[in-house]
């Protein structure tokens, strides 16, 4: 009943105030979805913590007859094990959370209870989702959270760009979903199921089979598990299918906090560790994970570096961080891939509603060259929003440490201790990615709370210095990534600390980011405790959880080294040396760019997909269907009547021996088709 109420009460609540917020008002939409919300994480963590304590065992509540179609059964029903548990903990926890913050942060949107419904209504997807018992069922959560974030992404569709960005999310993610949908296809055709506990006990007899595809025999279980993977890519960011989660910056920040945290680029993490024992049946399907994920981790890390937008640094951090995720599953050491996801959603969504706290008290203002000195201003701010880079950066030493350094280090660890090619090029790839999020994660912290105050230069501060009101979050533009200096002073602004609404929130996330590593490593990777959790919900390997803890000194060390040195850097060029980073543009301005365009992955597309698709486009609108269809069709059809009209408009001139004359040529006309027919 619980597991119920927890999914399905927020698809009610989003009911409640999208279809009824106009005739409730404001504050009942607000008080209905986040109520929802936070009774579903009231019920979630009792759950986790029956599991962790081994008194659960995993349930399967029955829902619904879904689908009956000849050898095709689907049943709506909701798997709860180990991995649901933490999946429900993490999506209800950051949901609920989020919504309690929207409270303060869209206090002046007049759209609030479409929002809250939007948020609830993602909230619902993501639960389906992570519940599912049958692929057909993922997938059906797996289309909700993408209607769900092009809704939010794009909910202040008075913008353009919002509206470009939740249009190029949509897209991008149907991409990687024709993928998904082609490997839950060929995995009914190959097992003839659909249902996830079948398939992954079948999975191991098929190693070894072929099967045709693109007029070629290939494996069997690469395929569909590649097919799949390639739906996670489009979900989770990753290299290739990424362009979409910048632009996802355009929505409200809680919206950003919601994507990027806890909820739909984690739901490609979740799907290859929940089909993990499938994935297990190809090496090949596991080296390509890894690959993917390691060049991911390593993209995304060296633009953070240049990026100037506070929420774009953070994004390319959520893109970097699931790189880790992923390169961990693929070396088979799925219990720290979802140790990272769980300690990843307190510090992202305490790093994104913290930055939305830097905006709110900067009238909007986005851009961190604009920020400084803001610590004495914002105090709170500051301190949580250091505590969430300590955990991102994975400060710690010893039996102490932040969440990010248990969970980074045991992906690390498990890549070198796996032995395989893929591996050690992950763990260092994973070393060096790790040593630019510490760089980017300071001095986003440097420029933003340390220095002296630039805020005169902001145009949104000006505008709130002469009574101007801006819309939250309102279009600022890319402020572009060039170096050059900008003005020192305040102008006379004072930033203002945010409302409880928000402030509480981002309080509680940085509890989750300050323990939860420390408090919860032992029951998802140690090779004592980790199984007896796990309970085969994942393919746990203890083989490679021993080996992992038993890596040598240096290996371990690595994280925290190249961290120390991350931050040295960043403390050198931004308060030691404030000139530093503008010499280094200049003295390297392709690098730069090329680091600043983020690898020119947009402007390859525009090239390749883009302008071939507008030209096509064209070129079927005017030359097929304006050209040839409507021209020979219906407009040429009209225009042979207009011509007829025209004739035949000529015999009507009014006068009796004219029609006299044509009825008589009608009558020598048919006499002699008469006669002629009659021979």
């Not at 409640?16 to 409730?24: D, E, F, P, V, W």
């Not at 979630?44 to 509540?61: E, T």
């Not at 200049?586 to 507008?614: C, G, H, M, T």
């Amino acid at each position: 009943m619980a597991v119920i109420l927890i999914v399905f009460l927020p698809l009610v609540a989003a009911i409640i105030a999208g279809l009824g917020g106009r005739s409730i008002g404001r504050v009942p939409a607000k008080v209905v979805t986040t109520a929802a919300l936070f009774i579903g994480a009231l019920l979630s963590w009792p759950i986790f913590f029956q599991y962790i304590a081994g008194d659960a065992q995993p349930v399967v509540v029955p829902v619904v007859k879904w689908i009956e179609s000849g050898g095709l059964t689907v049943d709506w029903a909701l798997r709860v094990d180990a991995l649901t548990a933490v999946m429900l903990v993490v999506v209800t926890t950051v949901s609920s959370l989020v919504h309690l913050y929207s409270w303060g942060y869209m206090e002046e949107d007049p759209s609030q209870p479409r929002f809250f419904a939007y948020l609830s209504l993602f909230s619902f997807a993501m639960l389906m989702l992570v519940t599912a018992d049958n692929l057909v069922q993922m997938f059906f959560g797996w289309e909700g959270v993408g209607l769900a974030s092009y809704l939010l992404i794009g909910f202040w569709y008075h913008k353009p760009s919002a509206n470009a960005a939740a249009l190029k999310a949509f897209v991008v993610n149907r991409i990687g979903d024709f993928g998904f949908s082609l490997g839950i296809f060929g995995t009914f055709l190959v097992f003839g199921t659909v249902s996830i506990p079948a398939i992954l006990h079948a999975a191991p007899g098929m190693i070894g089979s072929t099967i045709g595809f693109a007029g070629m025999r290939v494996d069997t279980m690469t395929l569909l598990c590649v097919l799949l993977f390639i739906g996670a890519m489009g979900k989770s960011a990753q290299i290739g299918l990424h362009t979409w989660l910048p632009d996802a910056m355009e929505g409200p920040t809680p919206v950003s906090a919601l994507i990027h945290a806890a909820t739909m680029v984690t739901a490609g993490v979740f799907m290859v560790c929940r089909l993990s024992p499938m994935f297990e049946t190809s090496p090949t399907a596991m080296h390509v994970v890894t690959y993917v994920g390691a060049a991911t981790c390593i993209f995304a890390a060296t633009v953070g570096c240049a990026q100037n937008d506070i929420k774009r640094v953070i994004a390319y951090s959520t893109c970097s961080q699931l790189g880790y995720m992923f390169f961990a599953a693929g070396v088979g050491a799925y219990g720290a891939a979802m140790f990272h996801l769980f300690t990843h959603a307190f510090f992202k969504a305490l790093l994104f509603l913290g930055a939305g706290s830097v905006i709110h008290a900067m009238h909007h203002e986005q851009d961190m060259r604009y920020y400084g000195a803001l610590r004495k201003e914002i105090p709170i701010t500051f301190w949580v929003m250091v505590a969430g880079t300590l955990a991102i950066t994975g400060v710690g030493l010893g039996p102490v440490g932040f969440a990010g350094f248990w969970s980074k280090d045991a992906i690390l660890e498990s890549a070198w201790a796996s032995g395989s090619v893929p591996g050690v090029i992950a763990f260092w790839l994973g070393a060096l990615a790790a040593l630019l999020t510490s760089f980017y994660s300071w001095r986003l912290i440097f420029l933003t709370f340390f220095g002296e105050p630039r805020w005169a230069a902001s145009e949104h501060i000006q505008h709130a210095l002469h009574g101007h009101h801006d819309a939250p979050d309102e279009e600022h533009g890319d402020s572009g990534h060039d170096a050059r200096p900008v003005p020192m002073g305040s102008g006379g602004y004072h930033p203002h600390e945010s409302p409880l609404t928000m402030l509480v929130p981002i309080g509680l996330l940085a509890v989750g980011a300050v323990f939860a590593g420390q408090g919860f490593h032992s029951i998802f990777v140690d090779a004592e405790r980790a199984p007896e959790f796990w309970r085969q919900s994942i393919a746990f390997s203890e083989h490679l959880a021993h080996a992992a803890h038993q890596s040598g000194l240096l290996i371990k060390l690595t994280p925290t080294i190249v961290m120390l040195i991350g931050l040295y850097i960043a403390w050198r060029n931004y308060m030691q040396k404030p000139q530093a980073p503008a010499n280094f543009v200049a003295q390297f301005p392709s690098l730069y760019r090329f680091v600043s365009n983020k690898w020119y992955f947009d402007e390859l597309y525009d090239v390749i997909f883009v302008r071939p698709a507008l030209w096509l486009g064209r070129l079927l609108w005017k030359g097929g269907d304006e050209g040839t269809i409507d021209r020979f069709g219906p407009h040429g059809a009209a225009y042979a009547v207009s011509i007829g009209n025209r004739i035949t408009t000529r015999f009507q001139s009014g006068y009796l021996y004219s029609y006299a004359l044509v009825m008589l040529l009608g009558l020598i006309g048919a006499a002699s088709w008469a006669i002629w027919w009659a021979q």
